[in-house]
């Protein structure tokens, strides 16, 4: 990786020194040097370019000097390290510079053998450090994710719960109106070829409701009642397998039971519209035994593939034409299998544009999108690599090239560490 240092020093000889004497490292690009020539020239480099890891910063200099370079630069980025470079003897400037803030000092005329040990630890330091903090900015997003997921999971949950009871009994009871209206039918029938007297009330009445109709319009109408509630119904428990408000109790899982649920969930993104023809989904279900999991996480990973893919497809047709979305048909495709007894890999496929390779580099880091503002947060996959990687000891890969589609692959173990020796086959 090439380290960028920036050196600060109204003395124009020093930067020829410099390229000298690191000229290998320079070549090789593992060094990349930058110069100022005074505390504000340095914080314009600095604001313009945040790959600058290592100040290194004489203290006398016109227009700004280097202490008060020094206090501006933790506002800057409080990773960056600097090393001030001093009179020897001047004591009461380097006691100044270290309060300040500076990594280290060196004295002049410079040692380039200290110089070179000293911008090594430097950036060292400054490595380990900006790694802390991506490690921890990542860390920081995850829990907020999942806080944000257990609230809107708890909401689900409350409004799935609240909707359910009525579905359930609107289910029930469609059952029996289709039962009575049979049995009316019936009787309506037996009159009709029994009582042949023709009462005009009766009759006018009849011509006014259009009696034909209703009879054969009725059943039509029970049905598509009953198929909406069922539908409803499903969804319900779609739902409380997707939320599943446990985001903090491990417990065994039918994988396949999270993924139709997610692919419910999605239904409506799944069928034609007026912008797009349907997405079809393919899948190949393995044997799979339970898994030891967080559901609802697992889950939330898999709406995350499964929206992106959605995404990746939609966008590709508005660019296919008709002719060749017919020949390409839009495809999602589904497969889970079993390796031995210890993990389960589930991969996710779509014929969609695939991706670039440097979009595939970028795809896991927080805040990664190729999605326009308000479409995309490029949280999906950063999310869904913590709860693979960190949260289930899993592995989460992408294979893709462009126009060539894109598979992730999931791989779990079947059982994680902690509760091993409790569960069941
Ligand atoms: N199946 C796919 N096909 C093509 N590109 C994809 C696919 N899945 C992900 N990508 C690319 O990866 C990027 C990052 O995905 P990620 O899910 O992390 O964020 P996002 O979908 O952009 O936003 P968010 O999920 O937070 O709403 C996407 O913007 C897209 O460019
Ligand atoms: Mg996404």
Redesign the pocket.
């Known amino acids: 990786m090439t380290a960028k240092i920036l050196v600060v020093d109204d003395e124009p000889l020093l930067e020829y020194v410099i390229q000298q004497h690191f000229r290998e490292k320079i070549r090789s690009n593992e060094l990349v040097f930058s110069f100022a020539s005074n505390g504000r020239q340095a914080l314009e480099q600095l604001e313009s370019d945040p790959q600058i890891g290592v100040v290194l910063t004489d203290i006398n200099m016109p227009e700004m000097d280097g202490l008060d370079l020094l206090s501006h630069l933790k506002e800057k980025d409080s990773t960056l390290k600097a090393v001030v470079v001093s009179a020897y003897g001047d004591l009461a400037n380097i006691r100044t510079a270290m309060n300040r803030g500076a990594f280290d000092f060196l004295t002049k005329p410079i040692d380039f053998n200290d110089l070179e040990l000293t911008l090594q630890r430097s950036l060292e330091s400054v490595q380990q450090t900006r790694a802390d903090v991506t490690q921890l900015q990542q860390a920081q997003t995850y829990l907020i994710q999942s806080e944000k997921l257990a609230s809107i999971g708890e909401l689900v949950a409350g409004i799935t719960h609240e909707i359910t009871n009525p579905v359930t009994f609107i289910l029930g009871n469609v059952e029996h109106a289709e039962n009575y209206f049979h049995d009316l039918i019936n009787v309506l029938n037996l009159y009709r070829r029994y009582c042949v007297e023709n009462i005009p009330r009766i009759q006018a009445a009849i011509e006014a409701v259009e009696l034909d109709f209703v009879l054969e319009d009725l059943p039509k109408l029970l049905n598509s009642m009953r198929e909406g509630t069922e539908r409803l119904d499903s969804i319900c428990k779609s739902m409380r397998t997707f939320v599943r408000a446990d985001t903090s109790a491990k417990e065994l899982f039918d994988i396949h039971e999270g993924i139709s649920s997610t692919l419910i969930i999605l239904k409506h993104r799944l069928k034609a519209n007026d912008s797009c023809p349907e997405i079809e989904v393919v899948t190949d279900y393995g044997d799979l035994p339970l898994v030891e999991c967080y559901p609802g996480q697992l889950n939330q990973v898999f709406m995350?593939i499964l929206a992106?893919?959605i995404?990746?497809l939609e966008d590709y047709n508005l660019s296919r034409t008709e002719a060749e979305i017919q020949a390409n048909p839009s495809r999602i495709y589904i497969r889970t299998e079993a390796i031995a007894n210890y993990k389960i890999v589930i991969h996710i496929a779509?014929n969609?544009?695939?991706?670039t390779e440097e979009?595939r580099q970028k795809?896991f880091d927080p805040f990664?999108?190729?999605?326009p503002v308000g479409k995309?947060?490029?949280?999906?996959?950063?999310i869904s690599y913590q709860i693979v990687v960190w949260k289930h000891n899993g592995q989460l890969k992408c294979n893709?090239k462009q126009s060539q589609g894109?598979e992730f692959v999931i791989e779990i173990p079947r059982h994680q560490p902690s509760i091993q020796a409790n569960t069941q086959e």
Request: hydrophobic share 30%; net charge negative.
């Open positions: 995350n992106n893919a995404d990746a779509d969609g544009p695939g991706m979009v795809l990664f999108t190729t999605k995309g947060t490029g949280l999906g996959l950063s893709s894109t």
